[in-house]
């Protein structure tokens, strides 16, 4: 799905002190990328394979087509989105589900010996 309109949205990820500025017309996981690059596991970036679930708090957006193995209809009406099918509308406020959140935590335990 592509979101016309060039207009940057403030983007905030709870839990993780992470803000950043996404156009309209780029998906949030393309803008999270692009500040996190090695953070943020990527799979099929199509909608398919759940690893980039998120779930939006607060603002408005655009969502492409998700497939209902990664999120159900319930999901998806209390916010639950994948970051490759969301387009900000507006400033976003998401907290990071699944596998990507664990992969965003800051690394605060002892390295193994």
Known sequence: MYVSGSAKHDVRIVDFDLQFACPANQSLLRGMERVAARAIPVGCRNGG?????????SGSYEKGRMSRACVSAEEEENGVALACKVF???DLTVRVLGKMGRKLAPAHT???R
């Open 110 to 112: 002892p390295a193994a």
């Open 49 to 57: 394979c759940g690893v980039c679930k998120i779930e939006v708090l």
């Open 88 to 90: 900000p509308q507006g």
